[in-house]
């Protein structure tokens, strides 16, 4: 029935089994609801009000921000029926049916909060909201079947994440002391891949598999999702019931097969030293393992080189703790020669986009004359 509505561009009624904070609602209570939320609501509950009306109110499609992460922040119009087709697809991938519990810890501004919502209301789940903080389940005191939240919010919940089944991570990367951290919790916890063009995640990955001795997985694509690479190397994603034409990104993947492949990097971020071409994210990936603060590596123009890479360290400055990484990135085995940086720089706050993912250029920009 869902299916039948998107295809004719239709906003679905209400599932019956959706609840709302244990309430069930129809379209027309649910403009009520929103209603109530902007007027009388918390901040993040205005938000969520916003988007309930966009949603049930006449018109085929829904505007939404990018988060400026990986450029400037630009607003798209998505399709109500792409979203309700990516609603399908996460429910069938991560098996999610109707009556499934969720809690809500993100915020409606961006795509991955309004599908948590779109989700809820079109598969029948029973979804709970809480505040967007670092620590959304210090408050929480029952189990859920599925929730969804950034890395910085992962590694503040390590310690409760018993109260959910079933976690995906997105919104940045997941480093590798968050990865050791969730290797023995019972959650299920799956990074994802994806963007606000393909309205949220393609793709994912188990953290922490059954088997501790399995090496990292690519990431697998959900349903009705076809990959491919351009000339570049990097990943073209042809998605019909996500988006009307194929999306060419700017990441570098090496693809396994149709549905798996490994995520190098992004090739704007990609550093060209002296005729060797580096990926910082595959450098920061090493770096994580032996440096517990925020960082991320970036070039600088270089006379003999062309570019240097740079290493920024999100601390307050101190000489020991300066001699301390070069040591720890000196004896690095991992670290290829042309993969140690030139220079360190201790950044005691780094400028972030509106949803906390580090902004590197303004970063780069605003601390380094």
């Not at 918390?42 to 309930?52: A, M």
């Not at 599925?146 to 480093?175: E, W, Y």
């Amino acid at each position: 029935m869902v299916q039948q509505m998107a295809d004719k561009y239709k906003v679905p009624e209400t599932h019956p089994d959706f609840r709302l904070n244990k309430r069930c609602f129809s379209n027309a209570e649910l403009y009520q609801v929103a209603y109530s939320f902007i007027k009388e609501g918390e901040p993040f509950e205005e938000r969520i009000g916003n988007f309930i009306l966009d949603w049930i109110k006449p018109g085929h499609t829904i505007e939404v921000q990018t988060s400026g992460s990986t450029g400037k922040p630009k607003k798209l119009r998505i399709k109500k029926e792409h979203m309700i087709n990516s609603a399908l697809a996460t429910s069938k991938f991560f098996d999610l049916p109707e009556k499934t519990t969720a809690l809500m810890c993100l915020p409606a501004d961006f795509i991955a909060g309004k599908m948590m919502l779109v989700r809820a209301m079109v598969l029948g789940w029973h979804l709970d909201l809480v505040p967007p903080s670092s620590n959304p389940l210090d408050q929480v005191y029952k189990r859920y079947d599925f929730c969804a939240m950034t890395p910085f919010q992962l590694d503040n919940s390590i310690g409760r994440l018993h109260l959910i089944q079933k976690l995906i991570v997105g919104g940045g990367a997941v480093s590798p002391k968050l990865q050791k951290m969730v290797k023995d919790v019972e959650t299920k916890v799956y990074e994802t891949y994806g963007m606000t063009e393909t309205v949220t995640h393609i793709a994912a990955k188990r953290l922490n598999p059954k088997n501790k001795k399995k090496q990292a997985k690519p990431f697998k694509v959900l349903p009705n999702i076809h990959i491919s690479q351009d000339e570049r190397g990097c990943l073209v994603i042809k998605a019909p019931k996500l988006a009307d034409e194929p999306i060419v990104t700017n990441d570098v993947v090496e693809i396994l097969t149709y549905k798996r492949f490994i995520w190098k990097g992004r090739i704007d971020n990609m550093i060209n030293s002296g005729g060797i071409k580096l990926f910082p994210e595959e450098i920061e990936r090493k770096l994580r393992k032996i440096i517990d603060q925020r960082l991320f590596v970036t070039s600088m123009p270089d006379e003999a080189l062309g570019q240097k890479l740079i290493l920024f360290v999100e601390s307050d400055f101190s000489e020991e703790l300066l001699s301390e990484l070069r040591e720890k990135i000196k004896n690095l085995k991992s670290l290829g020669k042309y993969e140690v940086p030139k220079k360190i720089y201790l950044i005691e706050k780094f400028e972030e986009t509106p949803n906390g993912k580090i902004h590197r250029e303004n970063t780069v920009k605003s601390k380094v004359n």
